[in-house]
């Protein structure tokens, strides 16, 4: 499957009856404007006093509520699950879990009963545990992060997303809906991601854990119109990335410099991400269009401090 040209006559969601959730979102946002413009009738359910243009119908009201998200899910097809706290410190630790946890399991569990039978839920590459968690000189037990990286939770944000894909796999389980889940990194406008880029690479240690990637919202929004045009089945939960580092260093050298004794299970060419990105290509023919711009230079001692 290759990304296309959304002026094409027709995309197989033309026509189709698409739910998002955190649809004024930053995700949301550029994702209800693709589906629209891929041809879906989108139905947004938002927070109260929130807008979502390209919506059709737009519902206000909480995703932990049954009676709202069945509201929602009147005459839909395909569910886009987008709503979430995004941070350990978006609220309290009680309230980034259960508000996670309790909308996932609410939006998938109704639509898996209704019948539906495809969902795409925003996931998170710190379902691993370590971007977030307690401690800053944690290291992966390996490189590329991939899809059978052991997690070590020790924040509520991060148990919440992985908590999440095990209520995909059950809603897969019992009812057969299939769900992609989007194991995201940081997602932003292009411009943001510079002013990350710079950060970064002024000291890299603080994007180790993530493997200094990051995706364009407006790829994360291709990567949602992608998935739900897959004929992929079962519960699937894997990362997606720009194929190249946020920072001007070759990969292998800042792993050497900050993680030297971490199994690298491949060499990685330039400023390769050391994410492994096979399924995203695989599963839903995945492969960003907007990367940034840099030129490849050696890592100077300062940026190590």
């Known amino acids: 499957?290759?990304?296309?040209?959304?002026?094409?006559?027709?995309?197989?969601?033309?026509?189709?009856?698409?739910?998002?959730?955190?649809?004024?979102?930053?995700?949301?946002?550029?994702?209800?404007?693709?589906?629209?413009?891929?041809?879906?009738?989108?139905?947004?359910?938002?927070?109260?006093?929130?807008?979502?243009?390209?919506?059709?119908?737009?519902?206000?009201?909480?995703?932990?509520?049954?009676?709202?998200?069945?509201?929602?899910?009147?005459?839909?097809?395909?569910?886009?699950?987008?709503?979430?706290?995004?941070?350990?410190?978006?609220?309290?630790?009680?309230?980034?879990?259960?508000?996670?946890?309790?909308?996932?399991?609410?939006?998938?569990?109704?639509?898996?009963?209704?019948?539906?039978?495809?969902?795409?839920?925003?996931?998170?590459?710190?379902?691993?545990?370590?971007?977030?968690?307690?401690?800053?000189?944690?290291?992966?037990?390996?490189?590329?992060?991939?899809?059978?990286?052991?997690?070590?939770?020790?924040?509520?944000?991060?148990?919440?997303?992985?908590?999440?894909?095990?209520?995909?796999?059950?809603?897969?389980?019992?009812?057969?809906?299939d769900v992609v889940t989007l194991r995201f990194p940081h997602v932003n406008s292009m411009a943001a991601i510079e002013e990350l880029s710079v950060r970064l690479t002024d000291d890299p240690r603080p994007g180790l854990t993530e493997g200094w990637s990051y995706l364009d919202v407006r790829d994360a929004a291709l990567a949602i119109e992608l998935a739900l045009e897959s004929t992929a089945s079962g519960a699937n939960a894997f990362y997606l990335a720009a194929p190249l580092t946020s920072i001007p260093y070759r990969t292998e050298d800042v792993l050497d410099a900050l993680a030297p004794e971490v199994p690298r299970r491949k060499r990685f060419v330039e400023r390769e991400v050391p994410i492994d990105l096979g399924d995203a290509q695989r599963l839903i023919g995945f492969h960003a269009e907007h990367v940034l711009q840099l030129e490849t230079r050696e890592l100077p001692p300062q940026a190590l401090r």
């Not at 949301?28 to 989108?42: D, H, I, M, P």
């Not at 590329?144 to 992985?162: A, H, M, N």
Request: glycine content about 8%; hydrophobic content about 40%.
């Open 1 to 177: 499957m290759a990304n296309r040209d959304l002026n094409a006559a027709t995309t197989s969601l033309d026509g189709k009856r698409v739910m998002v959730t955190g649809a004024a979102g930053r995700i949301g946002s550029a994702t209800t404007l693709r589906l629209a413009e891929a041809g879906a009738r989108v139905t947004a359910l938002c927070q109260p006093g929130q807008d979502a243009p390209g919506a059709l119908r737009v519902v206000h009201g909480d995703t932990r509520s049954p009676d709202d998200v069945a509201t929602a899910l009147d005459d839909v097809e395909y569910v886009v699950h987008l709503a979430a706290l995004i941070h350990r410190d978006a609220g309290t630790a009680y309230d980034v879990y259960t508000t996670n946890v309790v909308s996932t399991f609410n939006v998938l569990e109704q639509a898996a009963r209704r019948g539906l039978r495809r969902a795409v839920v925003a996931g998170s590459i710190n379902r691993y545990g370590l971007p977030q968690g307690i401690d800053p000189d944690a290291r992966p037990a390996y490189f590329p992060l991939d899809t059978d990286i052991p997690p070590d939770v020790s924040d509520w944000y991060s148990l919440s997303k992985l908590n999440d894909e095990n209520t995909s796999r059950m809603v897969w389980r019992r009812w057969g809906m």
